[in-house]
């Protein structure tokens, strides 16, 4: 018999567009690409020489590019389609995959590359965010006080802000999130006044919105970086792929409502940004400053340090999104299996929080030796947005999967798809010189990433290889044993429910060591034997189960269906099947002589874990050996199964069996006769 029940998990729903919710979405989703102005322009001018290098052509050109930008990749792509792709309200890569994984397995690879990819161009956020805004406040007079003199300065102060921001995270955010909209609304408020302050003295420069002067800049020898500009412009848009995997967060529509708002302030702020730099170009004073940054320096002196604490606070909400973002796609990529098991906690009620302290630190102690190797914004910028080009391929290749599963016309998505392969691709190949100027971080960040996942998801494939002679036996074939065993009152009760977690396969078949383990090892006598499997759906929230008793009250198979966003509490889920069961009379009550609980009808529960280790009798080729081997050192070396399932404070007792893949060795001793009297051995020296 089958049952399918709900465990009451809570749902994603943000569907209404509501002020409330645009005011949360602004807190949450546009903290990267809100923050861009604050190093964009900077970028571009240092790369092209400096303010003496620069033309009013040159500048046009530059927010042209800027705007158009944002136009094709952030408003079409991500807004506009991407954010059509959501599994159940969630959005990112890994759940645009869950959409298109049965499509085909090679799909596999595409979502790996991206969110490694993603993870690791995002370490670069809080660095460069943060030190950005600091320098804001470099040679900043305060009360006839100057607080920050030199880049020294600039340093220490970003890494003892890094440092807090990191420590808070194991209390939860859910107070400091709350004050994140109304900052990202005056942040963004502000960025438009300072910036139509500006564009107020030249209107003419609104002109730069025509697509002319974006191609006439590519090809202008004025441009001394040729197409390789379009790394600098990319970083205006380094945030679209953020936007989409926050969906989940705010809602489609609240991002809808959003958007037009905070890119008129992004684009009416660059265009002033533009304006003054038409203005000083041609001045000595400005071109002499060892680090010029327009969109301080644009600002008048009476609102300098108001603006610089705005961005302060807005850099540190940016780093806040990205430390979450990347919590939550560790926690998606864990539960499909793409990565260890790592800590989990969740320190608040409040739905989304989650602190894992492995991922926290990593994060930390490479956002610190960024800010110390790279020193100051604009070498950080320098290798920003690499690899992250790299993740909005991958998620292209995979919308290009998604809209061949829908209804759309099918010409017509795939020349979208080609449109945004060769614009990207070209954003690549303008960014690929970023890798000599300290790219090559987060690519090899990126790299080791990948080489993890594929350690563990082809690590498990060997493991389960049934072609590597492991040895799966039914749960059919031990009825009887194991209803003899259950009766049998000259052993002592084990346990009252005795629970495997472990994988049916077809025809009702486990791994002979649980078999081994009941009936062998140590006879474990139990009134019910539970062979639970844990199944990680597509949905993010589902919550379901099903069970299979085969004809008996003595043995259950449990199938728990749970989300790519559910914590596996398999304990607490168990509890409420069995109670279930027993209200259905699928199985007797088990009533207590002793207990605190008053009318307890069910018993105790053991958790069995086997753990493998791989046997010397092993026969693999080496690169296959090696994987396994490297496998199984991380699932040593990361977090336990019983702290994984929620079994923490359960009776769980843990088995270790040996692993033993590929063709077995023959050790068999062979019987010889000697006389033996002949001594065949040397037993020691003889002392006579």
Not at 215 to 224: C, D, G, H, V
Not at 291 to 316: H, Q, S
Not at 394 to 405: F, H, K, S, V
């Amino acid at each position: 018999m089958k049952l399918q029940n709900s465990l009451n998990a809570p749902k994603s729903s943000h569907n209404k567009m509501t002020l409330a919710g645009i005011l949360v979405a602004l807190g949450v989703v546009y903290g990267d690409i809100g923050t861009s102005p604050m190093y964009t322009m900077s970028s571009l001018v240092a790369g092209n020489g400096g303010l003496q290098n620069i033309s009013t052509d040159f500048i046009l050109g530059s927010i042209s590019l800027i705007f158009w930008t944002l136009t094709i990749i952030t408003t079409t792509k991500y807004v506009l389609i991407a954010l059509r792709a959501d599994n159940n309200g969630e959005g990112g890569i890994f759940a645009l995959y869950t959409l298109v994984r049965k499509k085909a397995k090679w799909l596999l690879i595409p979502a790996m590359i991206g969110g490694a990819t993603f993870l690791s161009d995002g370490m670069m956020t809080p660095a460069v965010t943060v030190t950005t805004a600091i320098e804001g406040l470099k040679g900043l007079n305060i009360n006839n006080h100057v607080l920050i003199t030199n880049q020294q300065t600039v340093v220490l102060v970003t890494i003892i802000i890094l440092s807090c921001l990191f420590f808070i995270q194991r209390f939860g955010t859910e107070a400091l999130g709350k004050a994140f909209g109304p900052i990202m609304l005056l942040w963004f408020t502000s960025l438009a006044v300072a910036g139509l302050y500006r564009l107020a003295g030249d209107w003419s420069f609104l002109r730069a919105l025509n697509p002319y002067y974006a191609f006439q800049t590519l090809i202008s020898p004025a441009n001394k970086n040729g197409i390789f500009i379009l790394g600098s412009i990319f970083l205006a848009t380094t945030g679209a792929e953020a936007l989409y995997s926050d969906m989940g967060h705010v809602g489609r529509n609240n991002i809808y409502g959003s958007w037009p708002y905070v890119k008129i302030c992004l684009l009416i702020n660059y265009l002033g940004q533009g304006v003054w730099l038409n203005q000083v170009k041609d001045l000595v004073s400005y071109q002499n400053m060892d680090t010029l940054n327009p969109f301080f320096e644009m600002v008048p002196a009476p609102f300098r340090l108001a603006m610089t604490i705005i961005a302060t606070l807005a850099a540190i909400i940016a780093s806040q999104a990205l430390i979450s973002g990347s919590y939550t796609l560790v926690s998606e990529a864990t539960k499909l299996k793409l990565l260890p098991r790592l800590r989990m906690i969740y320190p608040t009620n409040f739905k989304g929080q989650l602190y894992i302290p492995a991922v926290n630190n990593i994060i930390w102690v490479l956002c610190i030796a960024i800010v110390i190797y790279f020193q100051n914004s604009e070498r950080m910028a320098g290798a920003y947005g690499l690899v992250i080009t790299i993740t909005m391929l991958m998620t292209t290749i995979l919308l290009n999967a998604w809209l061949l599963t829908t209804k759309h016309n099918r010409f017509l998505s795939e020349l979208i798809i080609v449109f945004f392969l060769i614009i990207e691709t070209i954003f690549l190949i303008s960014n690929s010189v970023k890798f000599f100027e300290g790219g090559y971080v987060t690519f090899t960040i990126a790299c080791i990433l990948i080489m993890i996942m594929i350690i563990w998801q082809y690590g498990e494939l060997l493991k389960n290889d049934n072609t590597f002679h492991r040895e799966y036996v039914s749960l059919l074939a031990y009825k009887r044993q194991l209803k003899k065993l259950s009766e049998d009152d000259t052993l002592p009760l084990y346990t009252t429910n005795l629970v495997y977690l472990t994988k049916i396969h077809e025809g009702y078949k486990v791994k002979k060591d649980i078999l081994y383990s009941i009936l062998d090892k140590r006879p474990k006598r139990a009134k019910v034997y539970w062979f639970v499997t844990v199944n990680v759906t597509d949905n993010p929230y589902t919550t379901e189960y099903s069970v299979d008793t085969f004809g008996t009250d003595y043995m259950v198979n449990v199938q728990l269906y749970l989300g790519f966003r559910m914590e596996q509490k398999v304990n607490f889920f168990l509890r409420q099947i069995v109670n279930e069961m027993m209200i259905k009379g699928e199985l007797p009550r088990q009533p207590q002589t002793y207990t605190t609980i008053p009318d307890r009808n069910v018993g105790d529960f053991s958790f069995v874990l086997i753990q493998e280790e791989l046997s010397p009798d092993t026969q693999l080729n080496n690169i296959k050996k090696s994987i396994i081997q490297a496998r199984l050192w991380l699932q040593r070396y990361t977090v336990t199964p019983a702290i994984w399932f929620g079994l923490s404070y359960s009776d769980v007792v843990m088995e270790r069996v040996p692993l033993i893949l590929g063709q077995l060795r023959s050790d068999r001793l062979r019987l010889i006769k000697r006389d033996p009297i002949i001594k065949y051995y040397d037993d020691g020296d003889d002392d006579e």
